[in-house]
């Protein structure tokens, strides 16, 4: 398997496959969309990541630049749902 993730999933045994998955990235009132390979258990779902793409997540909840690299594209708007 490439990108040093486990065949088998730490959670519960079930079979590894590398897939494209996007993740959400939470950094402060905004929400990042992110596609990257992740290693995807058949079994229970767990998305298992590198080292290279945790250390990547991290940088953009610190709000790290990272242009020229990647850039950034509006894609719509988010809603806050308040009750009553």
């Keep these: 398997m ?15 496959v590398i897939k494209k998955v996007e993740k959400l990235i939470r950094r402060g009132r905004d929400v990042l969309i992110v596609q990257v ?14 080292l290279e793409t945790q250390e990547l ?3 953009l909840r610190q709000g790290e630049s ?11 708007y988010a809603y806050e749902v308040i009750p009553g």
């Design 2 to 16: 490439s990108k040093n993730i486990v065949s088998i999933c730490p959670v519960c045994g079930g079979e590894v």
């Design 37 to 50: 390979e992740a290693g995807v258990c058949t079994k229970c779902g767990e998305h298992i990541y590198d």
């Design 57 to 59: 997540f991290q940088r």
């Design 66 to 76: 990272l242009f020229p690299a990647f850039h950034l594209h509006r894609i719509g």
